[in-house]
């Protein structure tokens, strides 16, 4: 299996697929991975990235595409297949499931980031997106590579579910928010982590609320 | 007029734009997006806004005339129009959708109406700004100037 950090090497530049709607947007994103000395491919619906990640049923397992993709940032709310769903589809493949997906939305609604982060989002970035917000997206990609990272992560997120299996004993696990005002239940595993960036994130659109 | 002048009245009005609330940070954002290798990136991308929204007033005007108006039909063209103004930094037009958006949910067909003027009023009047504005920097790249960087200090 490569490991991120070889394609890295090999390639040099992050191969970003943005997925959006939005004309506009994709513009914006795609400025914004460029300046930022990424490769962009930009698709205006899941079904479009589907087809160039080679998950086309029609097309069969490989498709048109000459370059590895290392990151996927993909629009939520789409006609059509939401980012939500994209990411699902995504997450559930074997081939595509290490590809690290990032959601953007105009919504920052905690349902909706949980449900997100849930199914595996690596990020969930309110838009409009900012340079900030897409130089902090590389650096986790960046190191996420070079540590092997995605083993890290999945482990975390399996225990995470353990605990919340497990006997309630733990607060964290008996804890649903109700407001968007209270702190999302994380064990403390997670929060040790990577997932610092999902608590930030979630500490920045309580501000912005 | 000399191209210091010409500089000079470009930030001004350029920053009346943000004072007035027209433009937010956004757009600002935009702007240092800008460099040698795109130097026409920002009006890509306002042209692109301007062909997006024309079409979305189009669909919205064509969705509120309808006998049954579809809410979600009209909802979901404003999200849109609400989204790609945000991504510009066109404030103004911005709120006008949040607004409007409220009173798709209610299914409230005057207020919606008059969303719809509202967001009108605030797309042609960004347009004219954004038009002066950009013919401003197109005058004094023409006159072998740069374009000064804006600084908010708000």
């Known amino acids: 299996m490569e490991v991120a950090g070889e394609v890295l090497a090999s390639e040099s530049q992050l191969h970003v697929l943005a997925v959006d709607d939005s004309h506009v947007d994709r513009k914006v994103i795609e400025k914004l991975l460029k300046i930022s000395s990424c490769k962009v491919t930009t698709v205006e619906s899941g079904a479009r990235a589907l087809q160039f990640l080679g998950l086309d049923e029609e097309k069969g397992s490989l498709g048109f595409n000459g370059l590895k993709v290392n990151l996927i940032m993909t629009d939520y709310s789409m006609p059509g297949m939401t980012g939500y769903e994209l990411l699902k589809k995504i997450k559930r493949s074997s081939a595509f499931r290490e590809i690290p997906v990032v959601i953007m939305s105009s919504e920052n609604i905690l349902t909706r980031i949980d449900s997100c982060l849930e199914e595996g989002a690596e990020e969930f970035l309110v838009k409009p997106v900012k340079l900030s917000d897409v130089k902090r997206v590389m650096n986790d990609c960046i190191m996420r590579g070079e540590t092997e990272g995605n083993n890290r992560r999945r482990v975390d997120k399996r225990k995470f579910e353990d605990d919340n299996h497990a006997s309630s004993s733990s607060s964290s696990s008996s804890s649903i928010p109700s407001s968007p005002s209270s702190p999302l239940p994380s064990s403390p595993s997670t929060a040790a982590t990577s997932s610092p960036l999902h608590s930030l994130k979630r500490a920045k659109l309580r501000d912005d609320n | ?154």
């Open chain 2, 1 to 154: 007029m000399e191209v210091g002048q010409m500089q000079r009245r470009l930030v001004d009005y350029t920053k009346s734009l943000f004072m007035e609330g027209f433009l937010d940070a956004q757009f600002l954002q935009l702007q240092q997006l800008q460099d040698e290798s795109n130097p026409d990136f920002v009006v890509e991308v306002v042209s692109l806004f301007f062909d997006d929204s024309e079409k979305l007033l189009n669909d919205l005007t064509m969705a509120l005339d309808q006998p049954n108006v579809d809410f979600k039909k009209v909802d979901a063209h404003v999200h849109q129009l609400k989204g790609s103004s945000s991504s510009i930094g066109a404030q103004r037009v911005k709120n006008a959708c949040i607004a409007f958006r409220s009173f798709c949910e209610e299914q409230n067909i005057d207020a919606t109406l008059r969303c719809l003027q509202q967001v009108k009023q605030e797309y042609y009047l960004v347009k004219n700004k954004l038009e002066t504005m950009l013919r401003l920097e197109q005058q004094i790249v023409a006159a072998g100037g740069s374009i000064p960087m804006i600084e908010l200090g708000f």
